[in-house]
T-cell receptor, first 112, second 112 residues
Framework: GESVGLHLPTLSVQEGDNSIINCAYS??????FIWYKQESGKGPQFIID?????DKRQGQRVTVLLNKTVKHLSLQIAATQPGDSAVYFC???????????FGGGTRLMVKP | DSGVTQTPKHLITATGQRVTLRCSPR?????VYWYQQSLDQGLQFLIH???????AKGNILERFSAQQFPDLHSELNLSSLELGDSALYFC???????????FGQGTRLTVV
């Protein structure tokens, strides 16, 4: 079935380096995508979103890239910090926005 | 703090029992989403309500039901509980149905 998935379950980076977390989606009708960060014992925290009429959006130290041709989404974190260590989920809005469907998650580990 | 409040934070109950989880959305948010997060399943979409009406159903078991009340708070009812229902249950809210959703801290349900 159609799903949102992540390429790498665990990503380990050095503090100060840039991180790139990838996500593939298969529902071409999805028009809205969100990245969430989930720390241990907490609920998912909204990071950044992007609509399908855009291919790039920047926030504070984060950038989301959307490639609709290959149905690929990525989250770039600049100058990764220990506080960025968490599980990152991409999510897509399906069914005209009534279903927010999550990928499997990538664990980001930041080495000091 | 996302502004979404879930109660209780923890719940331990026996198999066969019924429980009710409660969610208060952010002020002004009309949409409420429920998710189940277990170790082997990631974040699974259960159901979405918008302004009191059901908008979408995901992989929600027939033993589970939800509703959204006129004051916009929502309840998720889980009945005939099984060991496999042990999980984190999250509620999220958003102003509309195709905008960013903000998550509560979750209810950790343990069925023994």
């Amino acid at each position: 079935g159609e799903s949102v998935g992540l390429h790498l379950p665990t990503l380990s980076v050095q503090e100060g380096d840039n991180s790139i977390i990838n996500c593939a989606y298969s529902n071409s009708a999805s028009d809205y995508f969100i990245w969430y960060k989930q720390e241990s014992g907490k609920g998912p925290q909204f990071i950044i979103d992007i609509r399908s009429n855009m291919d790039k959006r920047q926030g504070q130290r984060v950038t989301v890239l959307l490639n609709k041709t290959v149905k690929h989404l990525s989250l770039q974190i600049a100058a990764t910090q220990p506080g960025d260590s968490a599980v990152y989920f991409c999510a897509e809005n399906r069914n005209a926005g009534n279903m927010l469907t999550f990928g499997g998650g990538t664990r980001l580990m930041v080495k000091p | 703090d996302s502004g979404v409040t879930q109660t209780p934070k923890h719940l331990i109950t026996a198999t066969g029992q019924r429980v009710t989880l409660r969610c208060s959305p952010r002020s002004g948010d009309l949409s409420v989403y429920w998710y189940q997060q277990s170790l082997d399943q990631g974040l699974q979409f259960l159901i979405h309500y918008y302004n009191g009406e059901e908008r979408a159903k995901g992989n929600i078991l027939e033993r589970f039901s939800a509703q959204q009340f006129p004051d916009l708070h929502s309840e998720l009812n889980l009945s005939s509980l099984e060991l496999g229902d042990s999980a984190l249950y999250f509620c999220a809210s958003s102003p509309d149905w195709n905008t960013e959703a903000f998550f509560g801290q979750g209810t950790r349900l343990t069925v023994v």
